[in-house]
Nanobody
Framework: QVRLVESGGGLVQAGGSLRLSCAPS????????MAWYRQTPGKQRESVAT???????TYAYSLKGRFTISRDNAKNTVYLQMNSLKPEDTAVYYC????????????????WGQGTQVTVSS
């Protein structure tokens, strides 16, 4: 059973930095696009950043310049470096990835992590 496991969330003061990490647990046979989303109570989950296997990145316009997504393909890990954090960045951050869970099937399935809380105090 494949799961995406996030880490690195926590409490930070405004202006501070955090780095989130996410990697699949269990045996996998490939990962394509990986992404970070975030959600606050009462709001829809929103895209933060995405990165393809080749390293092409996209960002939510309002976050570009403060957040950086990267990945280590050898470790099947995606990172989100968050700098100059603001109280409005407070949210649960979710990892998302297209993963190939079976060796002899070409299909990639989409998985979500359980979320990690990021709280930015003013």
């Amino acid at each position: 059973q494949v799961r995406l496991v996030e880490s690195g969330g926590g409490l930070v003061q405004a202006g501070g930095s955090l780095r989130l990490s996410c990697a699949p647990s269990g045996t996998i046979f490939g990962i394509k696009t990986m992404a970070w989303y975030r959600q606050t109570p009462g709001k829809q989950r929103e895209s933060v950043a995405t990165i393809t296997r080749e390293g092409t990145t996209t960002y939510a316009y309002s976050l570009k310049g403060r957040f950086t997504i990267s990945r280590d393909n050898a470790k099947n890990t995606v990172y989100l470096q968050m700098n100059s954090l603001k109280p409005e960045d407070t949210a649960v951050y979710y990892c998302n990835a297209d993963v190939k869970p079976e060796p002899f099937v070409s299909q990639y399935l989409n998985y979500w992590g359980q979320g990690t809380q990021v709280t930015v105090s003013s």
